[in-house]
């Protein structure tokens, strides 16, 4: 049974440009959520997802940031017009239910030139 | 203040000792707390999930969750090099997704 995919696994975007972050959950899970850690930080909730909902977008800042999962295929965050703060390790996790164990994937680290 | 805090370590120990690692929470509304393994530069393997307060053990091990201390921990008996990672604690509650993580305490276990 496969784990939680992110793919790519590195990305390098230049200032101004687009970043689209893609994540596959695990066979059987409806439930999605996206982490962003910063060096040396812990992990910081952006957004939880189920298929063709937003549950909960209160750690997504407002602007630049958008995440979708579609009734069919990954789910993805887009990330418009990157900073240099945006540089980060994005995480995605995925639960067969609200509330249960939370499974994470390899990560995406994106850094922004 | 933060939801939930965790001493960051550094955290040394010899090889075979029993290792304590804690995190205290201030949202009494959690329900469910996580305890995961994360190596450097990848991502956070889940050791744990436990639902509500006592403890679980699986294999080297343990976690307690005592809810009305807003304290959980977790042990691990006879600490291997290959533990020598950084421990995540998190907790959330089961109507909502989110969940909420301490910053991590970094453990090196000593040949």
């Known amino acids: 049974n496969a784990g939680v995919m992110q793919n790519p696994r590195h990305l390098v975007r230049r200032r101004g440009q687009e970043a689209r972050l893609r994540c596959s959950p695990m066979?059987?899970?409806?439930?999605v959520y996206w982490y962003r850690q910063l060096p040396e930080e812990g992990l910081k909730f952006m957004v939880y997802?189920?298929?063709?909902?937003?549950?909960?977008e209160s750690g997504m800042p407002k602007e630049r940031f958008s995440a979708e999962f579609p009734k069919e295929g990954p789910s993805i965050l887009r990330i418009q017009q990157v900073v240099r703060g945006d540089s980060a390790a994005y995480f995605c996790a995925s639960s067969p239910a609200q509330g249960s164990e939370q499974y994470f994937g390899p990560g995406t680290r994106l850094t922004v030139t | 203040q933060k939801e939930v805090e965790q001493d960051p370590g550094p955290l040394s120990v010899p090889e075979g000792a029993i290792v304590s690692l804690n995190c205290t929470y201030s949202n009494s509304a959690f329900q469910y707390f996580m305890w995961y393994r994360q190596y450097s530069r990848k991502g956070p393997e889940l050791l744990m999930y436990t639902y509500s307060s006592g403890n679980k053990e699986d294999g080297r091990f343990t976690a307690q969750v005592d809810k009305s201390s807003k304290y959980i921990s977790l042990f691990i008996r006879d600490s291997q090099p290959s533990d020598s990672a950084t421990y995540l604690c998190?907790?959330?509650?089961?109507?909502?997704?989110?969940?909420?993580f301490g910053d991590g305490t970094t453990l090196t276990v000593k040949p």
């Open positions: 066979k059987g899970h409806s439930h």
């Open positions: 997802l189920q298929k063709e909902n937003i549950i909960d």
């Open positions: 998190a907790g959330g509650t089961a109507n909502a997704g989110k969940s909420t």
